[in-house]
């Protein structure tokens, strides 16, 4: 039953706990647990069982398990240096490219977010990988941190993503179809990034080091050190197997998303042996990963909670009768939803805006007539395009930290002007995919 007042407690000491810096899992939690202690009549003994109960079916469940062995993965690949030998082999094959070390940044960040399925993995190496090779060469230093921090958005994208798991977690939908859903419009969003820096190149060459030469008309460019040729083959040839056996696997059935998770990451270990990493590195990467995946997982738990919270006292199906009720269109209720994510990323990180939001966006969407799994890779495109968002935009601020040695005089301003031409771009694949859905639901329609 759907009590006024108690939805109203549940929601506004949510957002005044999160208002005043209160961590999203404690604030999930301590309003769930005042919503179950409001709704049984203040019984303490139901609030623990609840938490006990929700705590430990999350945590057993056998798809959790993907989060960390993901981001292992991602870990192995990322320390065994062979995203940097493919970085330069790239640049390498674009020779005939203005800006081509912009372009092998992009494509670099579309091979690492096959990988890591982080975007702030991808901005913190990204960062120390590519700025100081065009910054040392030329390029307009917001330029290339645009370059950096725009194409990291590609880490939530593309798959394997953490936001992707966590959204088919929370919703209860097939990984594996959020995984291939997010593959054509993550190489339309490279492509657009490339045109854009193409285009920019052309026009104005000072952005891109003005075209200078030095011996036998080489550019400053091609004094890049190069990798050997075995360290480059076999950096790349690793990185296509981790790919091809994980992501292949589990779209085709041989894997689970949590056993296709656990492959990679031994794929991705004897990678990173094979690159030279000895113990103290692997065991530096496990402790690196325990100290991001926990937290992650306790945010599961918490939201689990709070929706279980939240069917209790109605405050769903409230929300969603509301939303349902009124006169406006389709299209309107969807902008509404992706306005609200963009607020939203302006101040939170995006694992806990599909926290707060998913449960109750999900439905709606659902019931207004959107395919489930393109909504998936509308709402990710939507929250992830947050991260490059003033004031707060996590991204920007990841790329600030990473070239604090390297340059420590560029501002957070210049880096968020830099990165909103990328930014217009996401918004413009998030308006195709709306529009035309079958980019994302496409391929998934061919394998499942």
């Not at 939530?156 to 953490?162: E, F, G, H, N, Q």
């Not at 798991?165 to 959020?178: A, F, H, K």
């Not at 009768?321 to 992706?338: E, K, N, R, V």
Request: net charge neutral.
């Amino acid at each position: 039953m759907f009590d006024v007042n108690i939805a109203t407690v549940l929601v506004v000491s949510l957002l005044v706990m999160v208002a005043l810096g209160v961590h999203i899992a404690i604030a999930l939690g301590m309003a769930s647990a005042l919503g179950i202690f409001l709704v049984t009549g203040g019984s303490f003994d139901v609030v623990l069982a609840m938490l006990g109960s929700t705590a430990y079916e999350a945590l057993r469940a056998y798809e959790f398990a993907v989060i960390p062995l993901f981001m292992l993965m991602g870990e192995f690949v990322s320390r065994s240096g062979a995203v940097t030998d493919v970085y330069r082999a790239i640049h390498r094959g674009l020779q005939r490219l203005p800006g081509r070390l912009a372009v092998a940044t992009l494509l670099g960040n579309a091979i690492f977010s096959f990988v890591t399925g982080v975007s702030i993995a991808s901005a913190a190496a990204f960062s120390r990988i590519a700025y100081p090779e065009m910054k040392r060469f030329g390029y307009h230093r917001g330029f290339a941190l645009g370059a950096v921090a725009g194409s990291s958005c590609l880490g939530m994208l593309i798959p394997p993503s953490v936001l992707m798991i966590v959204w088919g977690l929370l919703t209860e939908r097939s990984i594996g179809q959020i995984f291939l859903a997010g593959v054509l419009p993550g190489l339309l969003l490279v492509s657009l990034f490339v045109c854009y820096v193409l285009v920019s190149a052309v026009a104005r060459p000072a952005l891109v080091g003005g075209g200078r030469e030095t011996a036998a008309g080489a550019t400053p460019e091609d004094d890049i050190p190069q990798a050997g040729r075995w360290q480059t083959w076999s950096s790349g040839i690793g990185i296509l197997l981790v790919v091809v056996a994980v992501l292949g696997g589990i779209w085709f059935g041989v894997f689970t998303p949590t056993e296709g998770a656990g492959a990679g990451a031994f794929i991705g270990l004897i990678l990173a042996i094979v690159k030279g990493m000895r113990l103290r590195g692997a065991i530096d990467a496990i402790l690196s990963v325990g100290r991001t995946s926990a937290p992650i997982l306790l945010l599961l738990v918490s939201a689990a909670l709070y929706s279980r919270t939240l069917a209790m006292t109605g405050v769903s199906s409230g929300i969603q009768g509301a939303f349902l009720g009124t006169d406006l269109l389709p299209w309107m209720l969807l902008a509404l939803m992706i306005g609200i994510w963009f607020i939203l990323g302006m101040v939170i990180d995006s694992i806990s805006i599909m926290l707060l939001t998913l449960t109750i966006f999900e439905p709606i969407a659902v019931s207004l007539g959107y395919d489930p799994i393109a909504f998936a890779i509308i709402g990710i495109l939507a929250i992830e395009a947050g991260l490059l968002t003033p004031p707060f935009g996590l991204l920007v601020y990841t790329v600030k930290a990473a070239i604090r040695d390297e340059d420590e005089s560029i501002s957070i301003m210049e880096i968020f002007r830099s990165s909103t031409p990328y930014w217009i771009i996401m918004l413009v694949g998030l308006i195709a995919i709306v529009n035309f859905p079958q980019i994302a639901t496409y391929l998934p329609s061919l394998v499942f």
